[in-house]
């Protein structure tokens, strides 16, 4: 058996024995709530990277005063600008990137819930489960009536308020001067919301929680 098949197996057999254990809790959407509680195990095992990656934010916004003068210094010479900016940065230890370690750290664990629920391989009867009618297995076309038209709607809109609410965020937070990489980078909260159109509905909730979790961590760290 290959490395990655033994992955979406382990993924398929936790995930069905999650999914039997809160069975009597919810019924035809056990798996659904497995989903939604493994991602939560997920990010809180990455909450240390997401720490780290708010330290930077702050750092980078405590450079803001130098970097403006850094801009006033080399208006017209961008090519010095970008180097005094990244000279500035690894003096300080504050990487526009930092930001993106959490959502780097979580790609291998997607790219497999994405192939379980993509092609059935490791799932076992996970393919059969579904979240108020709508196969975890399938997609949004076709089914946007009805209850699981409701269940695709209600988690669009739960990721476009979300990345809405984080692009607004990013945008506020992010310094004079910076690289186009850092000022791009808010814009990324909408690949979410595309993303999940395109993926089987399990890799969605996964992407509707994960999104949701960062919502909420990034601002209760912000507040401390």
Request: hydrophobic share 50%.
């Amino acid at each position: 058996m290959s490395l990655f098949s033994s992955l979406f197996s382990s993924l398929g057999t936790l995930l069905t024995t999650m999914a039997n254990g809160l069975d009597p809790l919810f019924g035809a959407s056990a798996a659904a709530a497995a989903i939604v509680l493994f991602t939560v195990c997920v990010r809180a095992a990455l909450h240390p990277l997401a720490r780290a990656a708010v330290r930077g934010e702050k750092a980078r916004a405590a450079l803001a005063p130098k970097i403006t003068e850094l801009s006033r210094k080399h208006k017209g010479d961008p090519e010095r600008m970008r180097r005094a900016m990244a000279e500035l940065q690894a003096k300080e230890g504050a990487s526009p990137l930092a930001g993106c370690l959490p959502a780097l750290a979580q790609l291998p664990v997607f790219f497999v819930m994405y192939h379980v629920f993509s092609t059935g391989s490791g799932a076992g009867d996970l393919l059969d489960h579904t979240l108020a009618g709508a196969p975890l297995g399938g997609r949004w076309g076709g089914v946007l009536s009805g209850g699981p038209g409701l269940v695709y709607l209600g988690l669009f809109a739960l990721i476009a308020a979300v990345a809405t609410w984080t692009y607004l965020r990013a945008r506020k937070a992010t310094v004079p001067g910076a690289p186009g990489v850092a000022r791009a980078l808010p814009l990324l909260s909408f690949g979410t919301l595309v993303t999940a159109a395109v993926v089987p509905l399990a890799a969605a909730l996964y992407l509707a929680t994960s999104t949701t979790w960062t919502a909420v961590e990034r601002a209760l760290l912000h507040r401390g």
